[in-house]
């Protein structure tokens, strides 16, 4: 079982930029397949997919990201970086990352795709 833990969290002003992290407890074998997402759920609001990434490399953003956020993996540690550029007060919230077993091209945005899930890190962005 893989676990998923998120960290690098924390308040900044708006424009600036912010690198989270989701650590997976567990080596995946070199022959295993998968996607790990990132959500953001905002205060009062349903949460939405961010970002995506396939264990070969392909990765997948919503069009409200596109261009300010950017994933990226480190296979021999495990831990996948999500960055966000410029971000806005209306980023506020927390940010979740998701694990689903089996490669997607492109990898699922919908929370429904994924079956593990860390613990979330809060994000507070202010004007």
């Known amino acids: 079982q893989v676990e998923l833990v998120e960290s690098g969290g924390g308040s900044l002003q708006a424009g600036g930029s912010l690198r989270l992290s989701c650590a997976a407890t567990?080596?995946?074998?070199?022959?295993?397949?998968?996607?790990v997402g990132w959500f953001l759920q905002a205060p009062g609001k349903e949460r939405e997919g961010v970002a995506a990434?396939?264990?070969?490399?392909?990765?997948n953003y919503a069009d409200s990201v596109k261009g300010r956020f950017t994933v990226s993996q480190d296979k021999s540690n495990n831990i996948f970086y999500p960055q966000r550029d410029n971000l806005k007060p209306e980023r506020t919230g927390m940010y979740y990352c998701?694990?689903?077993?089996?490669?997607?091209?492109?990898?699922?945005?919908?929370?429904?795709?994924?079956?593990?899930w860390g613990q979330g890190t809060r994000v507070t962005v202010s004007s």
């Open positions: 567990r080596s995946p074998s070199r022959y295993t397949y998968y996607c």
């Open positions: 998701a694990w689903k077993w089996g490669g997607w091209k492109p990898p699922p945005l919908t929370d429904s795709s994924y079956h593990l």
């Open positions: 990434l396939d264990s070969n490399g392909p990765t």
